[in-house]
């Protein structure tokens, strides 16, 4: 079965510093794997995922994501995060072989001080 | 498009009474997917169906949770009898293939408390 697993439930960052949100997954093949912006009171937003290829991904809101298979991780990162990046963040794998659904981890909210 | 549309956004409703929750998905989406996200549990995946067709039910918790999808625009998913350990917000999503193979959309959730 997949799986995923944030370490981190609470981040708090500056404005304007660096942000790294850590996800790492169990899965026996090569899993497709996805994070997702939550802000409050709001459904989940698509940042950016990856299937296959340069395993540096770029997103939206100049969020990118490393996939590192040694590592079994897919950690999240921005070079300078602003005030409205406050939200929680979702990381998920799917796998066709395990149905076409997406397991979540346990999200990261991330509060951002001036 | 308007985006997934779920109603009520909030429910309160006292325990025993029966809760139905409503989505209409994007337009032209093939698959929909109902979430419960809680503090203790996270997003868990309730049922997906595909074409209209339940494909997945797996992870509704028990009997007295019910999902139906009667045609390509409108999904509920019904709780009789509710519980308080029910309370939670529940997302409904929609997307173009299944979610591992393009973006699911999310709508904004309806938050659910029985009392």
């Known amino acids: 079965a997949q799986s995923v697993t944030q370490p981190d439930i609470h981040i708090t960052v500056s404005e304007g510093a660096s942000l790294e949100l850590r996800c790492n997954y169990s899965?026996?093949?090569?899993?497709?794997l996805f994070w997702y912006v939550q802000s409050p009171g709001q459904g989940l937003q698509l940042l950016l995922k990856y299937f296959s290829g340069d395993t540096l991904v770029q997103g939206i809101k100049g969020f990118e994501a490393e996939f590192k298979r040694s590592q079994s991780s897919f950690n999240l990162r921005k070079p300078s995060v602003h005030w409205s990046d406050a939200a929680e963040y979702f990381c998920?794998?799917?796998?066709?072989?395990?149905?076409?659904?997406?397991?979540f981890g346990g999200g990261t909210r991330v509060l951002v001080k001036p | 498009d308007a985006g997934v549309i779920q109603s009520p956004r909030h429910e309160v409703t006292e325990m025993g009474q029966e809760v139905t929750l409503r989505c209409k998905p994007i337009s032209g989406h093939d698959y929909l997917f109902w979430y419960r996200q809680t503090m203790m549990r996270g997003l868990e995946l309730l049922i997906y169906?595909?074409?209209?067709?339940?494909?997945?039910d797996s992870g509704m918790p028990e009997d007295r949770f019910s999902a139906k999808m009667p045609n390509a625009s409108f999904s509920t998913l019904k709780i009789q009898p509710s519980e308080p350990r029910d309370s939670a917000v529940y997302f409904c999503a929609s997307s173009r293939q299944g979610a591992v193979n393009t973006e699911a959309f999310f709508g904004q959730g309806t938050r659910l408390t029985v009392v």
């Open positions: 998920a794998v799917g796998a066709r072989a395990a149905g076409n659904k997406l397991t």
């Open positions: 899965y026996g093949a090569t899993p497709y």
């Open positions: 169906f595909n074409n209209n067709v339940p494909i997945d």
